[in-house]
């Protein structure tokens, strides 16, 4: 395997195994940077081991046994109790083996999920939970966090700098909340858990559309957190959503690679068994009489593509009309740009025109390749044509998608 090769290998085993790696070092070592620290040094153990002895028959599980390999001397240098070191050495030598690593969880089962809990302490800033939980769970970059939040980056790296120095004075311990004190923690873990899954249903960056894994991973955090907390409403509307948007990730990539929008999605190819999940999530979540919780509403919004078995056959009526109602509980200049775009859709351009403006001033979008889109999609409808194509082409030069940029760059060259 040549470097190129072997670096394009560890650049996507760093993506989908270092959440796990630094879960698992953070609860081991009770500190951030350190289980960040070590879990990069396995990385580089990697590189340079890799080339002469060969990529072992389990990547990810040579990392993980490196990583807390390394992670034992450290608690070594620290002195820590005898017993403390010989549980930590049995659950590495156990997840060498393969073995289920379920024995040595907390009630709440999941490494992954303690972290997120961890990262969202009620001692951090709500903003800096987010930032810290996005860069620790998924790996992503302070340039990926700060497009996700509409922030500057530097913004958004102080945030993180901060958290981790707050948990660190504080003594956070690294272990799940008792179930009383969940629910002050349970809003910023959701809306991690989502914006995880919203960048893998729409990468902000890289090569790819799409990354199933972040998406997977969120679904299977969520499906924890719904048992549990079985009858709480936001939790049942996040799982409502994901699942039902999750079941169109197969339709929305050409076996290219390429971007497939909604509108053009052969839904044949849509996963109808996991539709029919996130639509008894939904019932459930408004039985229990949450019909106006933020994310039970976005599910609705999902639920009405997903009733819809052909593009014209979309109730874009019903879906301005939620995203009207979301806009009462969850004001964001996004949401009302995707309300322009399903009044679009119902009513026309020229309605939906007026919409727009204030939004093209809005500070919190400029930069922001979707309003660019929106705009040139409208001066399309509108027969405005060159101003159509040079909007498209002004998206495109703000994607940091490949995909993105290539679906944008075909819509300018489309234009009549």
Known sequence: MTDPQLQRLLDTLWRMESPRLVARLARMLGDLDSAEELAQDALVAAL?????????????????????????????????HAQRQAQVIDEQQDYAMGADQSEHLDDIGDDLLRLVFVACHPALPADARVALTLRLLCGLSTHEIARAYLQPEPTIAQRIVRAKRLLAERKVAFEVPRRQELPQRLQSVLDVVYLVFNEGYAASSGEDWVRPTLCEEALRLGRVLAGLMPNTVSVLGLLALMELQASRLRARVAADGAAVLLLDQDRSRWDWLQIARGQAALAQAITLGGADDAYVLQAGIAACHARARQAEQTDWQAIAALYGRLLDVMPSPVVELNRVVAVAQAQGAAAAWPLLQHLLDDPQLQGYAPLQAVRADLLARLGRAAEARQAFEDAAALSANAREREALLTRAAAVQ
Do not use: F, K, V
């Open 48 to 80: 340079e081991h890799w080339p002469e002895q060969g990529i072992p028959d389990n990547p990810a599980a040579w990392l993980m046994a490196t990583a807390q390999r390394r992670a034992i001397d450290r608690l070594r240098q620290r002195h820590l």
